[in-house]
Structure formats: structure tokens, C-alpha cells
């Protein structure tokens, strides 16, 4: 698993709500079987037209935020699908950090999955954060995964909350099915004990 | 005396591995669905660590997103990452062993279609699978969610899930569904009411009299879009209806079994005290026959009403509204039943049931579609479709004008050949209205199947209850 412990990036502002998987990597691009390589096709329909053509309206097409590595969104953010497609696109585009108000339960535990750190703070920190990603390129902020701090361009700080054990794997990129099956005598004596209580399952 | 549990709580405490002192829990997980899009880089995974399948006997995969849904597929599929995404799938079944439903097989259908229809799930199963709508298995009072690909590898490798306990919550729908009125009304007006983010960290018990009214496949539909509303997983309690319909079914218990597994399903209910840190109340009979007009699921207005303005919304759904207008092409104030479509889709795993393709056909029977309407049914699985050969729909839907198809995803997300055009509108009895969804630019509608079936006869959306 990917690691994330602090980052001093360029975030980019993209104040909309709901922000859903489908926008986030259209399904023309789960058909593939690996995954890498999804990042050209990030917010594919949002970034391009039909041939192709970047729509420079779009965030991460703005000459400012092309190098974004920190993601600052609405509320709500990657719901829909459970498609880990999203974040892996997320990820090979360049972002490690998304910061939103709230977070759909399934894209937020593939983020950790994948070296990505989704950060939930109330709607008004957010906010300050969003101005600041608004200043462009120059305003760069830290994200602090140690300390569980944001610092912004203008040095103020925020703390953010995140769960022990997903701070542990993502500080320390471990595998987490490694770590489960350092468990497996529990999980042997579960399925003994079931196959007891419950022999149809 | 123990305190008291909700359903979930009780379900959660039975599959219980273990248990570190910040909460962080390793569930055990019953039953593992698998399809063709979110499972090949889990199977590479195990196959790059030199690990196996724990529990082969539990996991069963069927492909459904990508299938083509016509007639002719046997030929096989033309679009090549499609194929090989299928070939991956067939190969891994047989490379791991797992229980497989191949193309080919009558029994092939959507994945959550499938589970259900062959006894794999039951009361007090915790499920899951690669896919969001794996909520729909809650009907049975089995506590099913969504994964990512990751915890798909997990799943196969452990046959547990690390989770952190979500809370719990309860939506009630009291009273009786006035006529007209369906399970797919019900789950939308929930999530109209409580925003696609009203159950983020929840889980939502639904119970009330009219939910406890609802056959299998209605309660199916209710649970299968509690995901819509953030929901982690939906749930409702087993009954007798329940045990009805899970009796005889290839995979559920047999003799003696089913004995001591009715035993224990019959304690899976939600104790009187229980505490609940959300509670949501709906009276059944103010629930009308519904669309969405945007482009969230929470985008719900009774067929009666008419397009919103920005304005009526405060918050970041302002410049959410306009931008759905926008991209939906729908003008404030317009009534809903004045809306034109093109085309009308019936089917996925939320309405891709017999019941659903019964009320179909209860609104089609002996009329024609509006001319020059593009309409599909494509059903939820190969037995589904069987039976509605049997029950002679499949002739009421074609001398309708319909096409009649295999079964799979279809135009429910539309990774198939079954797509919109862009600005293509679309009646659909799917899940989720989200921008492409249905294909590029495509503008979709949701709504029952009734409600689609009414739309394809008059091209415009229609109130079902004005049909006769
Ligand atoms: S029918 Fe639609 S929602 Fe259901 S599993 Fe298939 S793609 Fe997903």
C-alpha cells in the first residue's frame, strides 16, 4: 500500500456538491483490468469534450492547478458507486489529499486503500481552505498527517480528525491484508464456532 | 439481561472476529459476490502474493455490467475490453474455484438479481461485494454493503472485512401506500426528504406498516437505493414473507437446517428499547407517485408538481440546481407531466424483477407504445426472463413495442452497447441520475415501473394513476 505522511502542495478549489464517481471516472474506463493509468481520464467529462479538446473552464485544465496535488470539494464528495477507479484515478493524476465537508462512506475507505488522505472538516473550515486554494498556484498548503494539521499559505492551522488505525496504515503503507492474516487462528475459531451455531451459511 | 439491540447491532455482534480497543473490527463475512468490473485487479492481487480464495464455497461471481443484452450474444462480444474484461472473470472462477454463473447460464443476471433468486442470501448473512447496490440484499435482514476493489482482495483472501461500526437508523413509513403508489416511491421520497447524504455513517432500518406490506422484490427495491441516501447498507426484518420466499430456493437450507436457521431468524428484529441515533417517520399516505427532475437522486418531486427554480434551494444546492437544469434542459416552472422523452428503460437491480415487469405489463396490456419511442425491458436475470415468457408479458411487452432483452446491467450504466445519445431523455426505472450516467449528455428520469410504463405509452412523463 501506497504511504501518505505530509505533503506541501497546490490545492485546487472545486467548491460543487455531491461529486459523484461517474463524474469522478466515467464507466467507459472500468473496463480495464489493471490499476494504473487512469489519471488522463480523471473527470474525463468534465475536462474534455467529445474530441478530446480540454474545456479550459475546468479546474484542473486552469494553468494554475494543472500540478494540483491536494483536492478541496463540496459536500458529499465521490458518492455513488463503489468503484475504486475513482480514487486510483485520483492518485495517478497526482492527488494524495481531498478536503470536503463530508465524504460518501465506500469512496472514503478505497482513498485510504491507495495512499490518498480524504480529510472531513465542517462546512466553515472548508471554506477558509477554498479561499486559499483560490489564490492559485503561489498559495501552497501542508497537510500533515503526523500532526493531523492543514497549514495554509498564510500559515494558519487546522486539525483535522482521522481515524487511529487508517492514520497508522496510511503514516506506515501497510498492507492490510497482511495484518489480517496475522488473525487467522481468530478467524479459524469464528468459522469453527459458526459452522456449529450456523451450518447452512 | 442484556441491553437491548437493534438488527444490525445483533448482526454485527454474530460476526464478530475480533475486536482492537479503538472499535476497529474484523467482521466475517457469509457471502461474497463478485462481477466482471470491480474484480480482476483483486484476483491479480491475490495472484502477485501467491495467495488463494479462503472461502471459495462462499464466493459466487457472475458477470453482468458489460454483457450485451441482445439476442445475438452467444456470438460473443465485440467490444474488446468488454471481452477481455468478461474472459478475466471466467478464468479467475475456474483459476479460484468459485461458484459461477457464465454468460451462457440461464441463471446469469445482475449480480444482486442472482444472490436472492438462488437462496445465497439469507436472514443474518453479512454480504458483500464489489458493487454500491449491494445494499438490496438488506431485504432478507442480511447486512449487505458495497466495497472497493481493495477490500474485494481482502474478502477473498480473509473472508473478513476491517470495519469500524457505523450507527444506527430508522426510517418508518407508517400506514398504507395509496393505490399507484410503489417501493421505488417510497425509497426516493426517503431520500428526496433526507438528502443523498441523510444516512452517511447509518445504518437504515426501514420498518412500518407499509413496509412490512411490501412483498420480497418491493422491499428489495427499497433497500437496493439506500445507498442513494449515503447509507452504508438498508435493512428490514425478516418475516414470514421472508421465509416464504427463501423456501425451496436452490441454495437456502434444507430439512433440519432450515429448522435451526428459522429458529434463529426469527430473533433477528429490532429489540423495543433499542436506541436508534436517527429516526426518520413518513406517513405512507402522503407518498405520491414520483420522478427526479435533476441529476442526484435527491432531485425527487411528486409527478404532480413542477420544475424547481435555483432559487428554491439555499446552500451549495443553489448552483447545484442550476448546473442540473442546465445539463437536464428543463425550464423552471414547466409542469413534470409536460416533459417529453425519447426513450424509456425498465430494468437493473432495482426494478428488474417479476413484479416489476408484471406491473408493467398491468399498464401496457393491449396498447401501443408512443411512435417513434425508443423502449427496452431488459430483465434482471435469465429466469426472470423465463418467467415472464411463461406468464406471457414478454408478448404483452412486444406487441407493445418493446424490445424484449437478455438479462444484465443494460442501460443502467450503460457499459454495454445500451447507452443514451447525448441529450437523449430517458424514462428509467434504474438507480442514479448522475451526469453520463446513462451515456454521454444523456438525461435521465427515475421513477417506478409502472411510472415508466405510463411514460412510454403517452412520450411524456405521466401519472400512472391517470392510466385506466
Ligand atoms: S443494474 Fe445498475 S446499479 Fe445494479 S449492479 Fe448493474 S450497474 Fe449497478
Not at chain 2, 411510472?451 to 403517452?458: K, N, P, V
Request: hydrophobic share 40%.
Amino acid at each position: 500500500m501506497q504511504k501518505f505522511t505530509t505533503l506541501t502542495g497546490i490545492a485546487a478549489p472545486m467548491p460543487q456538491i455531491n461529486v459523484d464517481t461517474d463524474m469522478i471516472i466515467p464507466k467507459q474506463f472500468l473496463k480495464t483490468i489493471k490499476r494504473t493509468g487512469l489519471g488522463v481520464n480523471l473527470f474525463d467529462e468534465m475536462r474534455f469534450d467529445r474530441d478530446g479538446n480540454e474545456n479550459p473552464d475546468f479546474v484542473l485544465n486552469k494553468p494554475q492547478y494543472r500540478d494540483a496535488e491536494i483536492l478541496v470539494a463540496g459536500e458529499n464528495f465521490g458518492c455513488g458507486s463503489s468503484r475504486e477507479h475513482a480514487p486510483w484515478a485520483i492518485r495517478d493524476f497526482g492527488i494524495s489529499c481531498v478536503i470536503a465537508p463530508s465524504f460518501a462512506d465506500i469512496f472514503y475507505n478505497n482513498c485510504f486503500k491507495n495512499g490518498i488522505l480524504p480529510i472531513a472538516l465542517p462546512q466553515e473550515q472548508v471554506d477558509i481552505l477554498m479561499k486559499d486554494a483560490e489564490k492559485g498556484a503561489n498559495a501552497r498548503m501542508t497537510v500533515d498527517l503526523e500532526t493531523q494539521e492543514i497549514t495554509t499559505s498564510d500559515g494558519e492551522v487546522i486539525r483535522f480528525e482521522v481515524d487511529a488505525f487508517k492514520k497508522h496504515c496510511l503514516l506506515n503503507g501497510l498492507d492490510d491484508i497482511g495484518l489480517t492474516l496475522e488473525k487467522a487462528a481468530a478467524i479459524d475459531s469464528f468459522e469453527a464456532r459458526q459452522g456449529q451455531a450456523r451450518p447452512w451459511v | 439481561m442484556t441491553a437491548p439491540k437493534t438488527l444490525y447491532d445483533k448482526i454485527w455482534d454474530a460476526h464478530l472476529v475480533h475486536e482492537a480497543e479503538d472499535g476497529t473490527s474484523l467482521i466475517y463475512i457469509d457471502r461474497h459476490l463478485v462481477h466482471e468490473v470491480t474484480s480482476p485487479q483483486a484476483f491479480e492481487g491475490l495472484r502477485m502474493a501467491g495467495r488463494t480464495v479462503r472461502a471459495p464455497d462462499k464466493t459466487i461471481a457472475v458477470p453482468d455490467h458489460n454483457v450485451p443484452t441482445t439476442l445475438d450474444r452467444a456470438g460473443g462480444i465485440t467490444n474488446e475490453e468488454s471481452r477481455i474484461q468478461v474472459e478475466a472473470l471466467d478464468s479467475n472462477a475456474a483459476e479460484f474455484g468459485v461458484h459461477y454463473y457464465p454468460v451462457s447460464d440461464v441463471r446469469q443476471g445482475i449480480v444482486h438479481i442472482v444472490g436472492p433468486e438462488q437462496g445465497w442470501t439469507l436472514p443474518g448473512m453479512t454480504v458483500v461485494c464489489g458493487d454500491s447496490h449491494t445494499a438490496t440484499h438488506g431485504a432478507f435482514g442480511a447486512l449487505a454493503h458495497g466495497i472497493g476493489t481493495s477490500e474485494v482482495e481482502h474478502v477473498l483472501a480473509t473472508q473478513t472485512l476491517i470495519q469500524s461500526k457505523s450507527k444506527n437508523m430508522k426510517v418508518e413509513i407508517t400506514g398504507t401506500l395509496p393505490p399507484g403508489v410503489t417501493a421505488k416511491d417510497i425509497t426516493l421520497t426517503v431520500i428526496g426528504r433526507t438528502g443523498t447524504a441523510g444516512g452517511t455513517g447509518h445504518v437504515i432500518e426501514y420498518c412500518g406498516e407499509a413496509i412490512r406490506a411490501l412483498s420480497m422484490e418491493g422491499r428489495m427495491t427499497v433497500c437496493n437505493m439506500a445507498i442513494e441516501g449515503g447509507a452504508r447498507a438498508g435493512l428490514i426484518a425478516p418475516d414470514e414473507k421472508t421465509f416464504e420466499y427463501i423456501k425451496g430456493r436452490p441454495h437456502a437450507p434444507k430439512g433440519a437446517q432450515w429448522e435451526t436457521a428459522l429458529a434463529w431468524w426469527k430473533t433477528l428484529f429490532s429489540d423495543e428499547d433499542a436506541h436508534w441515533d436517527k429516526v426518520i417517520t413518513i406517513d405512507a399516505s402522503e407518498i405520491a407517485p414520483v420522478v427526479t427532475w435533476g441529476t442526484s437522486p435527491e432531485d425527487v418531486l411528486p409527478i404532480t408538481g413542477t420544475v424547481p427554480a435555483p432559487e428554491d434551494f439555499t446552500g451549495g444546492k443553489v448552483e447545484a440546481a442550476r448546473r442540473a437544469l442546465d445539463y437536464m434542459g428543463l425550464t423552471p416552472g414547466t409542469p413534470l407531466s409536460e416533459v417529453e422523452i425519447d426513450t424509456v428503460f425498465i430494468g437493473s437491480c432495482t426494478n428488474g424483477r417479476i413484479e416489476d415487469l408484471r406491473a408493467v405489463a398491468d399498464v401496457l396490456k393491449g396498447k401501443k407504445i408512443k411512435e417513434g419511442l425508443r423502449a427496452m425491458i431488459v430483465p434482471g436475470s435469465g429466469l426472470v426472463r423465463a418467467q415472464a415468457e411463461e406468464e406471457g408479458l414478454a408478448e404483452i411487452f412486444q406487441q407493445a413495442g418493446f424490445e424484449w432483452r437478455l438479462a444484465g446491467c443494460s442501460m443502467c450504466l450503460a457499459m454495454n452497447p445500451d447507452q443514451l445519445a447525448p441529450g437523449e431523455r430517458c424514462a428509467s426505472t434504474s438507480n442514479r441520475n448522475f451526469e453520463g450516467r446513462q451515456g454521454y449528455k444523456g438525461r435521465t428520469h427515475l421513477m417506478s415501473p409502472a411510472m415508466a410504463a405510463a411514460a412510454a405509452l403517452t412520450g411524456r412523463l405521466t401519472d400512472v394513476r391517470e392510466m385506466n
